[in-house]
């Protein structure tokens, strides 16, 4: 009996100190796994939620950058959170609460892909419960879409077909297969050509290419006069300082540059963060 007693005295301390090492990697509030029932659909929607250092509702409201996995699924929202977490000590930017939608691979953000609804999901369900639960903003000058490979190509889509809503859009890694000309190209976004003027006004863009290509996408937007702001991380790798994530010990080329990590670290995520602040209306 009392060895019984010790042992589970000792795996509550141990529960204990896992606890506090997860809590201790943020300075914010962050939560993994999150579900809520979609009121329209039914759907079971999972998402990641960060609150701010120090967040209070009688501080709101807070602006929300929604941001986009690839198509494999895995989003690195705490990888991303801390760097975010660094670019906020700098002073870089200010407090955000973020969203990751989580278990959407493959259906480059769009309704009916996959058998999925993540439009529907985010912007017509989660979105209206998260500004009721907490003190987000209602104001489209306050949130940024933002995200990685198939994620980026959702946020240039997201960011133009919902422009009553984001601002800001953030493109990380995006691939070739945006065009607003083929209605057969993965990413189709006409509405760069249809709403070329409100887009021109309204929407605040960035691409951050690291192992991806995205020239043909930037012609188009040049040859429609649409505004944007690039960077294209370095190709030498001596760039980079050790242990970096960009970079693989047995085999550094350039392909180890897609990743989200990669993406959000160094000089250029302190741009990127610094990017979307700017573009916050405060």
Known sequence: MKNISLIFLTTIIFGLQITKAQSGVHQGK???????????????????????????????????????????????????????????????????????????????WRDGAKGKRPETNILKELLPYLEKKYALTQKRRQRTIMGFSMGAAGSIYWGAKHLEIFSTAVALDAGGGTSFTDPQARNYVPEYGKKTKAIQEKLKLRLVQGGLNTRKLRNSLEHLKISYDYFQLPSDIDAYPDGSCCLNKKDRNRKFLHNPICMTEGVWGLDTWAFIEKNTLR
């Open 30 to 108: 962050y939560q993994k796994n999150l579900t809520y029932k979609g009121p329209v659909t039914g759907d079971e929607i999972i998402y990641t939620l960060y609150l701010p250092s120090g967040y209070a509702k009688d501080k709101g409201p807070y602006p929300l950058i929604i941001f986009l996995h690839g198509a494999g699924g895995g989003n690195a929202s705490s990888q991303v959170m801390q760097s975010y977490e660094s670019a906020r000590k700098a002073g870089k930017i200010q407090d955000f609460v973020v969203v990751f939608p989580e278990k959407y691979g493959g259906t480059v």
